[in-house]
């Protein structure tokens, strides 16, 4: 079956993502010299020999092979339910969307057959031809599946159901070859006929059974889409829901049926159902192609706006939309165009010239934005759960709105500019490489076959305008609020990453890999790999641990390191190393969860990358565990460790601040960039057993894994630095408004902390603000200092609630989790903030001032 879509989920099999299935418990080292790397739970999967092939499946074997077989299939049984709980709130959104299609189509037939019709008997026929056949096949779906999810156990069967509803899959045969009718004749309806077009742009489709009143607007177009976008779901539903059933299970056979007539039946129609191509007729018959269209920010005139680009076959066009009133359709004005003949990346004139910089906006006011997002969020859903009125709920979705159009207009820093032969330049801005990577290679592949210059009259250029609102492809600015109901909110918690490998390079470069992560819409760098010199197969086996938030989407460029500037291309001046290959794999919850390492293949542009992926989510995350091993330091209270090394503050402290300060002040990102894991987990095993070895082995490793060494410490104190007592306590303090009561209680509640904690704390507080002072060199403020450290020091070892079964209950809580977070952050922010701290009780005194050890 043709891939449906370019980012497959990372649980199916396609070209986008090839997991392999080879053994992952292989203790000796590689012929070609690999490095082992331990495959026991805390730590990462070998990569296996060259030898072995790789094969399309979809899933991986479980690395940790001691599991019994009982406790699997508990497992497998209980994600039965929850996936199923998800297909039952898929099905009642999809049921809505089939609701609001048939809500007007009754009084427009009647009113057809009457002397003032909104349109025709045929036309009503044409445009909702088959809609009620498929609401009430999915109906009796809905009604037949609801009990059985309700009424749970394990033995439960409901392949019968989902056989059923892939043998009537036919129905959407006749709706997908109306479908192209459907549209056309809507739209002529819509030109023909202003009450229809009223109509058509203002459907109502209601939110849940429990927010009845809540209604949200789609146009008729965008619903005729549903079933389309449906039935191309069908075989990932089926996936999800048979990997969770053990192959004993009655439903096994059932859905093993169902899932095979559903892809035999979306392999007769794929090619139908994709997406046709957009385009208008110019002069001669030619026809003009819409190729690519998104939002991107522009910097005019110093500011930044947020513009719909449009590339066409033959040009690109910036357009912004129009404020819209009430009731009225969408509507552009064109600010520029560009002829693709005309377009280059560098200004003709000189080749060198980086034209102007890009201003960007602090990291503290990004974090301001992000904290107000995560508290407008929890104010919505604390408005839902307490049915209060359509007004106040309206208010808060305005303000959602607005701050997140702010962070996603000042958000990104990397440009992308392009140049008119004629002398004109503009500039847009994106938030990751990936993004100005695809715009750059679409208009230069389209500029293959444009040789010839030309200009549109007013009227032409008028015309293309309008014709942007029927072809535009990105509907909606990409903002939470604009999320279907159905559409996942993302996964938050920590993404282990091992990037392996890669094959496929013609002549040997400088390589290494980065990778990014969606973040409030927009993407951010998160980890880079250590450059592989003159090499066509490097093998970096280099393992990261990003922070997720609401992220969907993993992605990873594979650059080629230029060491001689000399040698860029002029229109490369913005690409310092040159991009080799580009992949990105959409994050599956479902897979992810498993805990278990998974092994993918990543093809882009003909290269290879092998990598393993493992999701740990933020409510097991944030929970601190005790060290077995009371005899090393990772994990051991940190009274004992004082103790048993007769000192103030722990060795292991003191040996990291001090190799940072000596080469690390200037580290761009320091703290902040992922070091590799492995050198971490090298460290830590080497401090736990022989401070020596550590500072041996610490000479000759890169600071940033050096920073992370000290940060897991923190992280995997059995209780917080700062205590779980007191926690409850600097909380609340934080959030007084009175600057004099605050200082006070924030001092007072310091001093009562246990010495050990006191005098760490002290010593690492003066080292981060001599970080600090070099943010001019390594961009790290007082703020990123704190959004690094402030949950590392402050998270509680237990939550007042206990961890739920139910992922999806976990995400819904992920407000929550970023508004304590934040205050996390605050308290520490605070203390970097303070020149200097008073003079306790004299018992204390020599304490607080002395940060010699």
């Known amino acids: 079956m043709r891939c449906l879509k370019p980012d497959m989920p990372f649980n199916m099999a396609s070209p986008g993502c090839v997991f392999e299935n080879e053994r992952t418990d292989e203790r000796m ?68 969307h089939l609701e609001a299609l048939l809500l007007p189509m009754k009084p427009l037939r009647a009113a057809a057959t009457t002397s003032q019709p909104v349109i025709s008997v045929q036309q009503v026929d044409i445009i909702f031809f088959r809609v009620p056949e498929l609401y009430q096949v999915h109906r009796e779906f809905y009604q037949a599946l609801q009990p059985r999810v309700q009424q749970w156990i394990h033995s439960q069967c409901v392949g019968d159901l989902f056989q059923k509803l892939a043998s009537q899959l036919g129905v959407y045969r006749a709706f997908v070859d109306n479908y192209k009718s459907a549209v056309e004749t809507a739209e002529r309806c819509c030109q023909g006929n202003a009450q229809f077009a009223e109509i058509s742009e203002n459907l109502k489709v209601r939110s849940s059974k429990e927010m009845k009143e809540q209604a949200s607007k789609h146009t ?48 007769s129609i794929n090619e139908e159902i994709t ?74 004139e000189d080749m060198y010239d ?15 934005m992000k904290i107000k ?44 500019r392009v140049h008119n032969r004629n002398g004109k330049s503009f500039m847009f801005i994106t938030s ?35 014709s942007c609102v029927k072809l535009q ?3 909606s600015i990409p903002l939470t609020i604009n999320k279907e109901d159905d559409e996942s909110p993302g996964l938050y918690g920590f993404l282990n990453i091992i990037v392996h490998s890669a094959s496929g390079f013609r002549q040997s470069a400088n390589l290494y890999c980065t990778l990014e992560v969606d973040s409030y819409g927009y993407f951010v760098n998160k980890a880079k790999t250590r450059v592989y010199r003159d090499t066509t197969e490097p093998n970096w086996n280099e393992e990261f641990e990003i922070e997720l938030e609401g992220s969907q989407t993993l992605r990873l460029l594979c650059y080629d390191k230029c060491y001689d500037k000399a040698k860029l291309g002029k229109d490369e001046a913005e690409n310092v190393d040159k991009i080799m290959g580009k992949g990105q794999i959409q994050l599956d919850l479902g897979v992810l969860q498993e805990k278990d390492w998974q092994r993918a293949v990543l093809p882009m542009n003909g290269i290879e990358v092998k990598l393993s992926v493992k999701f740990t989510s933020r409510e097991f995350s944030l929970k601190r565990m005790p060290s077995r091993k009371q005899t090393g330091v990772y994990g051991v209270k940190i009274g004992v460790v004082t103790k048993r ?30 070091g590799v894991a492995t050198d971490i987990q090298a460290l830590k095993a080497a401090f736990d057993s022989n401070d020596k070895d550590a500072s041996v082995l610490m000479s000759d490793m890169d600071v940033n894994a050096i920073a992370g060494a000290l940060k897991l410490y923190f992280r995997e104190l059995p209780e917080p630095l700062f205590t779980d007592e007191l926690y409850p306590s600097f909380v609340e303090a934080i959030a007084l408004s009175e600057p004099v009561a605050k200082e006070s209680c924030m001092l007072n509640i310091l001093q009562t902390l246990p010495e050990p904690n006191l005098n760490t704390f002290l010593f690492l507080l003066a080292h981060l603000k001599r970080v600090a002072e070099m943010e001019p060199v390594n961009k790290m403020s007082l703020h990123n200092l704190a959004t690094v450290f402030g949950p590392t020091l402050l998270r509680p070892s237990e939550k007042d609630t206990k961890i739920v079964a139910n992922p999806a209950v976990a995400i819904t809580m992920s407000d929550s989790w970023s508004l304590e977070v934040m205050s996390q952050v605050q308290v520490l922010l605070y203390f970097l903030q303070l020149e200097s701290i008073p003079k306790p009780d004299s018992k204390r005194q020599s304490l607080l001032f002395s940060t010699e050890v």
Request: charged share 30%.
């Open 29 to 96: 080292p590689t012929q070609d010299g690999m490095p082992y790397i331990d495959d026991s739970p805390s730590s990462s999967p070998q990569l296996s020999s060259k030898g072995k092939a790789c094969r399309d499946v979809a899933l991986t074997v479980p690395l940790d092979a001691g599991k019994s077989a009982v406790r699997d299939s508990d497992k497998g049984l209980e994600m039965r339910k929850w996936v199923l709980s998800g297909i039952l709130t898929s099905e009642e959104t999809y049921l809505s």
């Open 220 to 267: 008729l177009e965008a619903l005729l889409y549903k079933p389309v976008d449906r039935v191309t779901r069908s075989t990932l539903v089926l996936h999800d829901l048979l990997k969770h059933t053990p192959t004993n299970h009655p439903d096994y056979p059932l859905l093993q049926d169902a899932l095979r007539i559903s892809q035999s039946f979306l392999s």
């Open 275 to 348: 997406p046709r191509r957009q385009s208008v007729t110019v002069k001669k018959g030619e026809s003009r192609q819409l190729v690519k269209d998104g939002f991107l920010v522009e910097l005019a005139e110093g500011t930044r706006k947020l513009r719909h680009v449009f590339l066409f076959t033959d040009l690109l066009l910036c357009a912004k939309l129009k404020k819209q009133a009430p009731g009225k359709p969408q509507q552009y004005d064109c600010k520029w165009y560009i002829p693709l003949a005309d377009l280059s990346f560098q200004h003709p």
């Open 354 to 368: 980086t034209g102007q910089p890009v201003p960007v906006v602090p990291d503290e006011d990004i974090e301001a």
């Open 373 to 416: 997002i995560s508290q407008i969020k929890n104010d919505v859903q604390r408005e839902k759960k307490g049915g209060k009125s359509n007004k106040a709920l309206e208010r808060l979705r305005k303000k959602l709105s607005e701050q997140e159009s702010l962070l996603l207009l000042t958000s990104p820093t990397m440009p992308l």
């Open 432 to 466: 990751s490489d990936y993004e100005r990577a695809e715009w750059r290679e679409a208009m230069r592949e389209q500029q293959k076959k444009c040789f010839k210059s030309f200009a549109l009259s007013s009227v032409e250029l008028q015309m293309l305008t309008n």
């Open 473 to 475: 492809t990105v509907h």
């Open 645 to 674: 090394e007769r000192s103030k503050v722990p060795y292991l402290v003191r040996q990291c601040v001090e190799e940072i300060e000596k080469r690390g002040l200037d580290e761009v990102g320091i703290y902040r960039v992922s």
